[in-house]
């Protein structure tokens, strides 16, 4: 790990914390979060050990789809400050060594946009091809309905325009037509006007739809989507080195692996929804085999890129890519109720309410995002435990108030309930039983447990830089892998099984000369001549241990 390899790529071994400034922190008691609030919380972040603070939509919006439905690229929301708040919020991030990247969301705007309202007011508008029209919907055109509750077409028609018009979302949200060279140029100033402002980077929203332009007439003028990408990349390293775009690329491996690019740099990193969703069904089955498949069957990315690893993002926890069987046998584990499915194809609940509360298999949970090859991305309120609130519409059930305090509110705001962006979470999950407050003082709380294993992350920097292989533990409860550099060796194991058991690993290249030293708890374990070794582990049990020379 020589310097020269590993000063330029922060993000190689970040830990990055998604929020939403409009549910973090209300700083003047209109019952919306703002930027001053998000300031005024910025050393709970430091202290929790995050280094890259990932921002949800702040932009100008309607907010039909909690902000993901844009009318201004180039503004921050009036309820949530100004840009003086904005830079203002990344300059204290940075003085606490945090860097901060934010949702680019142009795969389509608001149907309020300027834009779009030019557009459809007349044929000879010039925003009239920035969006996808057609006379009747193609029979080749995009398929798949993102929303199967809300929607069943992807195309609308406008009565204004007298045309159809192109939405892979809701349809409030037109496409934008990236064919468009004009419509890449305003992409890439959207960047570079953020990027100006101090921002390190984006969280590409829906990628693999963004650069879709089945059945459009002027699809010829991109002749490869992933050109417009490798250039969209290159023009974020030219106004930053130190740039990076994380995409939401939920396909197979061999699909997301074009992402990152073969000739050309493309995406610095993409989520694992693959490992995510295999590591639900481990913990349905109490069976480490489906995510120990998912990752021996993992792609090793590009070697300037890498992959994200996540519990659970701001949207429904999806189960697309298990089979319906599969997908069921999660839905009994964590979901019976319809009411907690979304879709038909995932879940709005949070992992402490999906495991019933049971404290060590939650802590085996983030053990494992933490030890797990890839860079650790934590969903604002996981530090904690909150719980969702089923109450909210759809996906909003875990995007509720962060909890920090008890009382009405829950330290977010003093504004009345009625008046935030969500409802306050009742009974053991809400803010009475679980808060920042409380779990600061106590050595044993969630909070707690996630600083150790954050620290303890930044410690090993094998798990972040080494290379990787899944271990036969011997018995099926057990995922037990190893990573490698040329100056170290960790070995992580965890017990997805209700009952005590033990993992017998055999450790090539290793001997009697080595111990293993354990890294979240005080121990060791000696290694044998032949470089075998038996690990007991608790009730979902985890352990990390560094290989270490023997000093007898």
Request: hydrophobic share 35%; proline share 6%; aromatic share 10%.
């Amino acid at each position: 790990m020589r310097l020269t390899r590993t000063s330029d790529v922060w993000w190689r071994n970040a830990v990055i914390y998604c929020l939403d400034v409009e549910t973090y922190q209300d700083s003047d008691g209109d019952g919306h979060g703002d930027f001053r609030g998000l300031i005024q919380r910025i050393d709970h972040l430091h202290r929790l050990g995050v280094t890259c603070v990932w921002l949800m939509p702040y932009y100008p919006s309607p907010d039909r789809d909690d902000g993901y439905d844009i009318t201004d690229f180039y503004c921050v929301d009036a309820r949530l400050g100004s840009h003086g708040d904005f830079v203002e919020f990344v300059r204290t991030a940075r003085d606490r060594g945090l860097r901060v990247i934010a949702d680019l969301v142009v795969n389509h705007t608001s149907d309020q946009h300027p834009w779009f309202q030019s557009a459809r007011s007349t044929p000879d508008s010039p925003y009239r091809d920035w969006y996808v029209w057609a006379d009747e919907p193609p029979a080749d055109g995009p398929q798949g309905i993102a929303f199967p509750d809300q929607e069943t077409s992807v195309w609308t028609y406008d009565e204004v325009a007298g045309q159809y018009y192109l939405h892979r979302f809701y349809r409030f949200q037109p496409d934008l037509n990236v064919a468009n060279p004009r419509v890449r140029d305003e992409i890439a100033r959207t960047i570079g006007f953020w990027l100006q402002l101090g921002l390190s980077g984006f969280r590409v929203d829906a990628v693999p739809f963004l650069l879709e332009t089945t059945g459009q007439d002027d699809a010829g003028q991109l002749p490869d989507p992933h050109d417009y990408l490798a250039d969209l990349r290159a023009f974020l390293g030219r106004r930053s080195g130190e740039g990076v775009l994380l995409g939401e690329v939920n396909l197979t491996y061999p699909e997301t692996m074009t992402f990152f690019g073969a000739e050309r740099d493309e995406l610095t990193m993409c989520f694992d929804f693959i490992g995510m969703q295999r590591m639900y069904l481990s913990l349905a089955r109490g069976n480490a085999e489906p995510l120990a498949e998912a990752l021996r069957d993992r792609p090793d990315p590009p070697k300037d890129a890498h992959w994200a690893t996540f519990v659970r993002n701001h949207d429904e926890l999806t189960l697309d890519k298990l089979t319906d069987t599969q997908r069921q046998e999660i839905f009994e584990a964590f979901g019976p109720d319809p009411d907690m499915q979304l879709y038909g194809r995932g879940l709005r609940r949070r992992l402490p309410t999906m495991l019933g509360g049971d404290r060590d298999r939650i802590r085996m949970v983030y053990s494992l995002l933490f030890s797990l090859p890839g860079t650790p991305v934590l969903f604002y309120g996981e530090e904690i435990g909150m719980g969702e609130d089923l109450r909210a519409d759809g996906r909003l059930a875990v995007r509720t108030p962060m909890q920090w305090s008890p009382g009405p509110g829950g330290g977010f705001s003093t504004a009345e309930e009625s008046e935030l962006p969500g409802p306050i979470p009742e009974g053991e999950y809400g803010p009475e039983h679980v808060n920042v407050a409380a779990q600061e003082r106590d050595p044993e709380s969630m909070l707690s447990w996630m600083r150790l294993l954050i620290e303890s992350y930044r410690a090993c920097p094998e798990l972040a830089w080494g290379r990787y292989q899944v271990l036969d533990a011997g018995e099926a409860a057990v995922l037990a892998h190893r990573c490698d550099t040329e100056g170290g060796t960790v070995v992580a194991v965890h017990n997805f099984g209700v009952d005590p058991t033990s993992a017998a690993l055999k450790l090539t290249g290793l001997d009697d000369s080595y111990v293993l030293r354990d890294v979240l708890v005080n121990g060791s374990k000696r290694i044998t001549k032949d470089g075998s070794v038996t690990l007991k582990l608790k009730r979902y049990g985890c352990r990390w241990l560094r290989v270490e020379r023997d000093q007898r």
